[in-house]
């Protein structure tokens, strides 16, 4: 069964930092790419950060130069680093794994930013 467990959300003031982490686990072949998206308050889900096997990564214009992704591989881990964070970051975050043109998606991690 494949599971994807994300956590690290949270309640931040504006300026402040999180880190979300996300596990997976039963992906049954390897993993292209993973990443993060978020979804807003009456908003759509909107790929905020990505990076490939390679290595490459691929960020929203919102969030470059604030955020970083990163993954560890032997871990099934990914990882999104958030420092200056603004109100209008607050969203739900989804991790995301592609493997074989599939994708795969965890449930959530809430974060908030505000005052």
């Known amino acids: 069964q494949v599971q994807l467990v994300e956590s690290g959300g949270g309640l931040v003031q504006p300026g402040g930092s999180l880190r979300l982490s996300c596990a997976g686990s039963?992906?049954?072949?390897?993993?292209?790419?993973m990443g993060w998206y978020r979804q807003g308050p009456g908003k759509q889900r909107d790929l905020v950060a990505s990076?490939?096997?390679?290595?490459?990564?691929n960020y929203a214009d919102s969030v470059k130069g604030r955020f970083t992704v990163s993954r560890d591989n032997a871990k099934t881990t990914v990882y999104l680093q958030m420092n200056s964070l603004k109100p209008e970051d607050t969203a739900l975050y989804y991790c995301?794994?592609?493997?074989?043109?599939?994708?795969?998606w965890g449930k959530g991690t809430l974060v908030t930013v505000s005052s």
């Open positions: 990076i490939a096997n390679s290595g490459s990564t």
């Open positions: 039963g992906i049954p072949f390897a993993i292209s790419a």
């Open positions: 995301n794994m592609v493997s074989l043109g599939m994708n795969y």
